[in-house]
């Protein structure tokens, strides 16, 4: 999709052939809301070709076609991937084909077989007596326009030979297959040709095909799909390249309106991406965000999940790579300017004349992470055990955890995020905070330690707020907070202290919290979190 998908956004006319192909491709390359340039409705000047009646005679003449009933037999690629053992395999499943077809044919009959380009020089054609490959010294669809009948099954030839008003019978062998693996746009029972399942059904068809005419015409599929297309394909596509005015009596969008929206890109960052990262930056991003994701080592898997389930979201593919000058290749990793430079150049490069209000990097994207307001669903709680030495805040998470970030929030809003160095354990200490603290945020002075963690038990990753395991009852209980200097309180009468006393004797919860100065406390509160008359209660700096 990377190439296609660059290709398109980097275009100022995209032309279609009918309204039909331009939905499909605009939705499926996820151009709707992106492109900026102007679609033209305009046949394909490849397919002039089927216009002209004299070029198929010159070559019927040319390669004695004339004395022959003529097919094509143009299938289309069947496997997932261009590897050896999926050209194996597909060998092994049309040679019988082939042989069958070709033991059956009579003398004034001939097949030109056209496959995949893969599949050159993959089969030997000498073994067969009415059987030929395509010839190598003409365009093929010259060649194509000067055969009697076209015998494809899913492929999209069966569109541009459609307008010789040839017949074509669709060969489906093997359609349940094809659609539980490949799948189609359109139910293809519904095209007005010839449909057979098996050889004998072929062979009938063919005999039947060669003397009628086709059986499309004046019908809804040739106002569909070949209403556009004309002799004049070429000169129409040639007058839109140099804007004549003859350009103006054609079919033209534009794609304007999408150069006047403001857009947050999200950066994803990482190479490499999982399907719980697809569905929380999905699930998290807005109508006006575009999410970049790393091409590399996107898997097929991940395509269809992404398709599937967030095909209304706005995405682009991109090359780990960015383009920049030797200079600053040297210094981005001194520089966060020059780093920022880069990827706004970039973006500009991939999205080109859209309004780049912001660019959020992330390595892992979460809930929050591009400034956005949480739900109470993104939250869980987890209870954790604490260890405070010197200047640092240590915490043990249960295996059954894996941590991915660090997270320093406010009420419902992400501050400051930080690394995770090890998977079940988080170490925070001042130091690492520098950063957190030239935020210079004012107000509230105390923010909230959480981890942004896999569960492993759901597979699902969540923002978790972290709680001391056991509730705190005696002394001895808060030494796990370190050297406890003292509590503060801020009560507002004698009768709330006194309950706040009572209360403790059953238990105090405590929650890490951090300050505006880089501080690690601990906010206590009684079980079920209730802090009657109670402004603050914070066991103070270790």
């Given at each position: 999709m990377h190439n296609v998908q660059r290709n398109f956004l980097h275009a100022d006319i995209i032309t279609f052939p009918n309204e039909f192909t331009k939905n499909v491709i605009m939705r499926d390359?996820?151009?709707?809301?992106?492109?900026?340039?102007?679609?033209?409705?305009?046949?394909?000047?490849?397919?002039?070709?089927?216009?002209?009646?004299q070029k198929a005679e010159e070559i019927a003449t040319k390669f004695e076609l004339k004395s022959y009933k003529t097919y094509a037999y143009m299938p289309t690629w069947r496997g997932r991937s261009n590897k050896g053992i999926e050209i194996t395999k597909y060998i092994k499943e049309i040679k019988p084909i082939l042989r069958k077809i070709d033991g059956m044919l009579n003398d004034d009959e001939v097949i030109f077989v056209n496959f995949h380009p893969i599949m050159t020089g993959k089969i030997e054609f000498d073994e067969f007596s009415h059987i030929r490959p395509?010839?190598?010294?003409?365009?093929?669809?010259?060649?194509?326009?000067?055969?009697?009948?076209?015998?494809?099954d899913y492929s999209s030839v069966f569109f541009d030979f459609s307008i010789t008003k040839k017949p074509i019978i669709l060969f489906e062998y093997d359609l349940d297959k094809y659609l539980e693996d490949r799948g189609v746009y359109f139910d293809i029972k519904k095209l007005p040709f010839i449909h057979t399942k098996?050889?004998?059904?072929?062979?009938?068809?063919?005999?039947?095909?060669?003397?009628?005419?086709?059986?499309?015409?004046?019908?809804?599929?040739?106002?569909?799909?070949?209403k556009y297309d004309s002799p004049q394909n070429s000169k129409n596509v040639l007058n839109l390249?140099?804007?004549?005015?003859?350009?103006?009596?054609?079919?033209?969008?534009?794609?304007?309106?999408?150069?006047?929206?403001?857009?947050?890109?999200?950066?994803?960052?990482?190479?490499?991406?999982?399907?719980?990262?697809?569905?929380?930056i999905s699930e998290n991003a807005g109508d006006s965000d575009i999410i970049v994701f790393k091409?590399?080592?996107?898997?097929?898997?991940?395509?269809?999940?992404?398709?599937?389930?967030?095909?209304?979201?706005?995405?682009?593919?991109?090359?780990?790579?960015?383009?920049?000058?030797?200079?600053?290749?040297i210094l981005k990793r001194f520089s966060n300017k020059i780093q920022k430079n880069i990827n706004e150049r970039e973006m500009k490069r991939c999205l080109p004349n859209l309004k780049i209000s912001e660019i959020i990097e992330k390595d892992i994207f979460y809930p929050g992470a591009g400034g956005g307001l949480l739900k109470m669903a993104d939250f869980a709680e987890v209870g954790v055990d604490f260890k405070v030495i010197n200047d640092a805040i240590e915490v043990e998470i249960s295996e059954e955890f894996e941590v991915k970030k660090i997270l320093i929030m406010s009420k419902n809003r992400i501050l400051f995020d930080k690394e995770a160095a090890e998977k079940n354990r988080i170490v925070v200490k001042k130091e690492d905070l520098k950063e957190f603290i030239s935020l210079n945020v004012s107000k509230p002075s105390y923010f909230m330690l959480c981890a942004y963690m896999l569960d492993k038990n759901t597979n699902e990753c969540k923002i978790f707020r972290l709680k001391v395991k056991d509730r705190l009852k005696t002394h001895e209980d808060y030494k796990i907070l370190g050297s406890l200097k003292s509590i503060e309180?801020?009560?507002?009468?004698?009768?709330?202290?006194?309950?706040?006393?009572?209360?403790?004797?059953?238990?105090?919860?405590?929650?890490?919290y951090v300050s505006t100065s880089g501080d690690v406390s601990f906010y206590i509160s009684y079980p079920k979190n209730i802090l009657v008359g109670v402004k603050k209660a914070f066991v103070e700096k270790f």
């Open positions: 390359y996820n151009l709707e809301n992106l492109f900026t340039g102007k679609v033209a409705f305009v046949g394909y000047p490849r397919n002039s070709i089927f216009f002209n009646t395509f010839p190598n010294n003409v365009d093929t669809y010259e060649f194509l326009n000067a055969l009697d009948v076209l015998i494809t098996d050889i004998n059904e072929l062979l009938s068809a063919m005999k039947m095909a060669i003397n009628k005419d086709s059986s499309y015409t004046n019908t809804e599929y040739e106002k569909e799909f070949l390249l140099l804007d004549n005015v003859d350009a103006q009596k054609l079919n033209i969008l534009s794609y304007d309106k999408n150069t006047t929206k403001k857009w947050r890109v999200i950066n994803t960052n990482r190479p490499e991406a999982d399907i719980n990262d697809i569905k929380i091409r590399t080592k996107f898997k097929e898997a991940m395509s269809q999940f992404l398709y599937d389930n967030y095909k209304d979201k706005n995405f682009i593919f991109t090359e780990n790579t960015r383009v920049m000058t030797y200079c600053e290749f309180l801020d009560i507002f009468d004698e009768a709330s202290e006194n309950k706040f006393l009572q209360n403790a004797k059953d238990g105090i919860c405590a929650t890490p």
